[in-house]
């Protein structure tokens, strides 16, 4: 069996809260409509944003005139409910911090919009080797490419790179390729999991 040199994690829902929820709440009070006639119009318009395909700018536009509202006044209202919504999980990245400390390649597969990716290079986490951003890529997961081209960008085998996702069809998606994959449930659980994968015997974190 090949050696795991590389540890690929999710964001949102591993090392982050899930901020879906509280980021589709915000966004619907400021533009003053019921949270599911706004996640039904999300849906129409969210994938090309999510892949980069679309600017904030434009979604908006999109989203504002089939909602029938004025666009809204803040220059990155997605922006502004990521932030509000931002909630880190230390230990998971005190777990990360450690494996690049043990030598191991550490990568972030992540479907995030364009400001949440800002964000993330604002809060400067230098332990990454590779991330890997969705609207950066224009391939999200489980599109086959934006694990490939992760793979590539950590220059290992897809057999020497595991990955931590709290989304089965995601891993689904790492599988496919040749990812090992290990699912989030909690992250105490998943550190111990994790541990036993690579054998890891330290106490820390």
Known sequence: MN???AV???WGGVLIDNPAHSLASYCSEALRVPPDRFAQVRETHYPAFLKGLISEKEFWRRMCGDLQVPPPSTPSLWGDAFR???APRKNMFDLVAFLKGRGYRIALISNP???AAKYFHECNYPMFDVLTFSCREQTAKP????YELTLRRLDVAPAEALMIDDREDFLDGAWEVGIRALLFTTA???IQSLKACLRVTDNNP
Do not use: L, S, V
């Not at 599109?143 to 934006?146: G, L």
């Open 3 to 5: 050696i795991i040199k």
């Open 8 to 10: 690929i994690f999710d």
């Open 84 to 86: 509000k919504a931002y």
């Open 113 to 115: 919009e364009e400001p």
């Open 143 to 146: 599109e086959r490419e934006i």
């Open 188 to 190: 105490e659980d998943t």
